[in-house]
């Protein structure tokens, strides 16, 4: 892959310029003043690159050292050379006319100064090291893997050489190990105190109750503080808000029954074509089974049959893809059918292909009866639709009816407060008669709904509920208009209302932050509990948030939407508040029974260890002298463990004596975690009593062949540990200290297994060989580590370079919508353009072309890395920049639709450098956080989520535009000649949004097939 220089491009691309731009001064008047004009140019060029070079500095010196030491290296090559100041010599002994050698010199040596500094900052020799170390790291990495598979395969090789092990001690012991392990952790999950977990959870309360109380306290404050007239118009803007919002659902909901209706129509006119169609095929088919088919017959009603069943394909998928509470039984019935009847065709057209006409008149046989099925199943299920929808539209009517009713209330409210503002705040109640008029526009497009819901219309009632949408956005507009100056007169009001807010903010994280503790103590007494406190942990920082956003909207004098963000605190402390509720209940009520199902969990390990002290003495019943004592103790301690165990059980389910008590002696109920915790602890110690009696096990003696294969299987220890010798000099040689100790301690510890191997302790050898594979997957780890880092810094690198490609770009394409624009505004004043503005015109044109070809490296760079969103995005860009160029350079137009493709490009371009400087900013709180990322594989230089949110941008981008054009249509749906062709553009444009989206979801799908282990990364 050839990538660009490691430096920022654009300053290289400007000192290449500047370079081509230095020639000697030439010999003729003419040429001179023409090299003048050229070398002023140059040394104006050159002192924005100081200017450029010292700010870019400042911005990355922290996050990219090795960057700006390269620049800084550059600043200083070009001040020490004197670089601007001898452009300006050449300039000043060319304007004097001079043609002396001293030119030619300082000519030649500014352009080997400019040479110099290209060489500098285009530093490809770093990035191949980087490459050659990569490469070197993963060399080293797989040779690491094998010796690790060797050393694994040659530790299982040993436990079978074990005589100890043959005869099950190992066995023992791991058992003895698992039945200890298990009951440390059954005696840490049992509950310490539910009453001190229920005292945190209550505080929490009494702090959120308190905190619910000063935000009320503070809303009513708010109002007080306000004055009538604000507070009134804020209270509209609320319910506006809340109507709009309920207005946009409905609106969405008669979308919904229009599209299951079309989808449901289209479906069946489709089924019933394909039944035609498929019915004819077989006729055909049937005639020509009983003659000679002629020449390319069978191919042609092949394809047919092709045709056919991606028809088919198609309804079905209609039909899956409509709402869930949009499926009926007679849908799902028809879409099986059509499944069943596309199988058949897909089969037919297999026979057709193979020229078997009699097999495929039976798949068609079998296909037309399925179409039969699918055909009478739709026709029930439209008219169920029929049914359900005019319910439906009934509902959303009446719902409508209520709409346009709070829409009249709002407007006579907006009305009667314009009255009583006329004589005291002039331009108030002009706004406030503004928004009424757009509340009456919003009222009777509601009505308008409504008729045609009534009229079982919902294509035309969804046109009247965005008309609605709109009036109501409108009339939110001017009603923040209507509110800023009383705004502005009670500044010092909500100044002290957002100083408060902020105050109650802080309160709120920190009680969040108090719930979350609370409910990590509860978890051991009461999942459920802590679970339901985490979810009040949760609504509680999301009240911190809404007031966060209810201070900035007081700070900014937005007092309507300060009492919105305020109302929804309120609300959001409520839900935590009976959260909190939940969790003392399930709290009161969890502890008992966690306490009989821990008892429960008890009695399987008491059983365990029973069943494990019977297989130690019948170890020691088989065993020799020696080795029978030390297995009858360690049977006698897991006996001990098992009677501690029992107690411990039914402490837990019923309250049993403590330890050393009688059994008819009673307990506090309170104290039965206590107890039983004691008697936990008296099993722990029986165990580990036991596991010191089997270790005191002499080994047994190999006989003379084992020990002639344990010499053989030393010799190959041998062979592992110099092959990791090996490994260790050549991490040494790539400076990973970490790693290089790793190998080294598994180095010692399999030179400690080759001799107990060679003294025939196959026993001790087996830990040696254990702790030598930890050490490996240590060093491997290290290693894999330092291969990921590389990978991140060249990725790093990857984007700012692209970043600052795209904003040297970006730069450009402004200058050239700068020009354009003057030059339309300058066709429109003189009513045509003089020549010299056409060679303008050529020049941007031929700029454009120039844009469009430095973005083939960024498409390539992002093809590599299969960045399909953002190269989509370049391409859209590429293209739109050579339609510009010839709108420019050969049609010579300068007009609105020129323009709109110009402000596209642009808008483009500023997305992409948002969009890199965020997936750059992520990896730096990645970094400095420790984590998050894919593990196993290098991650993309663009992540899917990246990715998705500029799908989303794109999106949001064609809605808007949507919108624009839908306003400038009007009711009466005129559109200007140039508003066509951009709205032609615009189609284009979301057709291929939506064949992007689907490919990335298919490409989502299969990276979630392909990489299952994902850690996860820091919030956004």
């Known amino acids: 892959m050839t990538r660009p220089p490691l430096f920022p491009t654009a300053l290289v691309a400007a000192l290449a310029a500047a370079a081509v731009a230095a020639p000697a001064p030439p010999a003729t008047a003419s040429k001179r003043a023409a090299a003048l004009e050229q070398e002023q140019q140059v040394a104006a060029q050159v002192q924005k690159l100081e200017q450029d070079m010292a700010r870019l500095i400042d911005r990355i010196k922290s996050d990219k050292p090795h960057y700006a030491e390269k620049l800084q290296q550059g600043l200083d090559l070009i001040r020490k050379n004197m670089l601007r100041q001898g452009l300006e010599r050449v300039v000043g002994e060319l304007r004097e006319g001079r043609e002396v050698f001293q030119s030619r010199e300082e000519a030649a040596q500014i352009l080997k100064t400019i040479e110099e500094l290209i060489a500098l900052l285009t530093d490809t020799v770093s990035e191949e090291k980087n490459k050659a170390l990569q490469q070197k790291l993963q060399e080293t990495i797989q040779r690491l893997r094998q010796v690790e598979q060797e050393q694994r395969e040659h530790l299982r090789q040993t436990r079978e050489m074990d005589p100890d092990r043959a005869l099950g001690r190992e066995a023992l012991r791991e058992r003895l190990d698992a039945l200890a392990q298990d009951q440390a952790d059954l005696a840490a999950r049992l509950p310490d105190d539910p009453a001190r977990a229920a005292r945190g959870l209550q505080a929490a309360r009494d702090a959120l109750r308190q905190l619910r109380e000063e935000q009320a306290r503070t809303a009513q404050e708010g109002e007080r503080a306000l004055g009538q007239p604000l507070q009134d118009l804020a209270g509209i803007a609320r319910a506006l808000e809340d109507l709009r919002d309920r207005q946009e659902a409905a609106r969405a909901a008669a979308r919904r029954t229009r599209d299951s209706t079309r989808e449901l129509d289209k479906a069946a006119d489709d089924t019933a074509r394909a039944l035609e169609d498929e019915s004819s095929l077989r006729e055909q088919s049937a005639k020509t089974a009983a003659e000679s088919a002629p020449a390319g017959l069978a191919e042609n009603l092949s394809k047919i049959q092709g045709t056919i069943g991606r028809r088919l394909t198609a309804a079905a998928r209609a039909l899956e893809d409509l709402p869930p509470e949009d499926r009926t039984p007679a849908r799902d019935e028809a879409i099986q059918a059509l499944h069943k009847a596309r199988a058949a065709v897909r089969a037919s057209e297999e026979e057709l292909a193979a020229k078997d006409f009699d097999l495929a008149r039976e798949e068609q046989d079998r296909a037309v009866e399925a179409l039969k099925q699918a055909k009478d199943a739709l026709a029930k299920a439209r008219a169920e639709n029929a049914e359900t929808s005019a319910k439906a539209l009934a509902r959303q009517a009446e719902a409508q009816q209520k709409f346009r009713e709070e829409a009249g209330a709002l407007a006579a409210r907006l009305a009667r407060q314009a009255q009583s503002l006329k004589d005291t705040h002039a331009a108030a109640a002009r706004s406030a008669g503004d928004a009424a008029e757009s509340t009456r526009a919003a009222e009777r497009a509601m009505e308008q709904s409504r008729q045609s819901l009534s009229d079982r219309d919902p294509a035309a009632a969804e046109q009247s509920q965005g008309q609605a949408v709109q009036s109501l956005e409108e009339a939110l507009q001017q009603l923040g208009r209507a509110t800023a100056p009383l705004a502005q007169k009670a500044k010092p009001a909500l100044d002290a209302l957002s100083e408060r807010q902020d105050a109650l903010e802080r309160q709120a994280e920190d009680l969040a932050r108090q719930i979350r503790r609370a409910a990590s103590e509860t978890e051991r007494e009461s999942p459920d509990a802590a679970r339901l406190a985490g979810e009040a942990a949760e609504q509680t ?141 008296e099993a722990l110690r029986q165990l580990a009593e036991a596991r010191k009696a089997l270790d005191q096990m002499p080994p047994r003696e190999p006989t003379p062949e084992q020990q ?198 642009v808008r483009k371009l500023k997305e992409l450098v948002d969009a890199l400087q965020q997936e750059q900013a992520r990896r730096r709180r990645q970094r400095q956080g420790g984590g998050g990322g894919m593990s196993g594989g290098k991650p993309p230089l663009v992540p899917p989520l990246a990715e998705l949110k500029m799908i989303r941008t794109m999106q949001r981008n064609v809605n808007r535009k949507t919108q624009d054009f839908a306003t400038r249509a009007g009711p009466e749906g005129a559109l200007s000649e140039t508003d066509r062709l951009l709205l032609k553009r615009l189609v284009t444009e979301q057709g291929e949004i939506q064949g992007l989206t689907v490919r990335f979801v298919e490409v989502l799908k299969k990276l979630a097939g392909e990489q299952p282990q994902m850690q996860p990364q820091p919030p956004e």
Not at 554 to 579: I, K, M, T, W
Not at 721 to 736: D, G, M, S
Request: contains cysteine; hydrophobic residues 35%; aromatic residues 2%.
């Open 541 to 681: 920082h999301r009240a911190g948030q809404t007031m966060e956003n209810a201070a900035r909207d007081f700070s900014r004098q937005q007092p309507a939407g300060g009492r919105r963000d305020q109302d929804r605190a309120l609300n959001a402390l409520a839900e935590a508040d009976r959260s909190l509720e939940k969790a003392l209940e399930a709290l009161a009520r969890d502890p008992a029974a966690r306490l009989r199902q821990l008892g429960d969990e008890q009695k399987k390990l008491e059983e365990r260890a029973a069943d494990l002290a019977r297989r130690l003495e019948q170890a020691a019943s088989k065993a020799g002298p020696q080795a029978s004592g030390p297995l009858l103790k360690a049977g006698e301690h897991t006996r001990g463990a098992g009677q501690s165990m029992s107690r411990a059980g039914r402490q837990m389910q019923s309250g049993g004596p403590p330890q050393g008590q009688p059994e008819g002696a009673s307990q506090d109920p309170s104290a039965r975690p206590q107890t039983a915790r004691e008697s936990q602890q």
């Open 708 to 905: 002639k294969a344990l010499g053989e299987h030393a010799k190959r220890q041998q062979q592992i540990r110099e092959k990791t010798e090996e490994l260790r000099k050549a991490v040494e040689a790539l400076q990973r200290q970490h790693a290089q100790g790793s190998l080294q301690r598994a180095g010692r510890q399999m030179q400690g297994a080759q001799q107990s191997l060679e003294q025939g302790q196959p026993g001790q050898s087996d830990p040696q060989e254990q702790e030598a594979l930890r050490e490996l997957d240590e060093a491997r780890r290290d290693l894999d580590e330092a291969r990921r880092q590389l990978e991140s810094q060249q990725q790093e690198e990857a984007l700012f370079r692209l970043e600052t490609l795209l904003r040297a770009l970006l730069e450009q394409q402004q200058h050239v919508n700068d020009r354009t624009a003057a030059l339309e505004a300058k066709r429109l004043a003189a009513k045509s353009l003089a020549r010299a503005d056409l060679v303008e015109l050529a020049n941007l044109g031929a700029t454009e072309r120039e844009i469009a070809g430095r973005l083939d490296d960024v498409a390539k760079t992002l093809a590599e890395e299969k960045a399909d969103v953002f190269n989509w995005v370049i391409d859209s860009i590429r293209q739109d920049l050579l339609a510009c160029a010839d709108l420019l350079a050969r049609e010579h137009r300068t007009d609105a639709y020129t323009q709109g493709i110009e402000a596209d490009i």
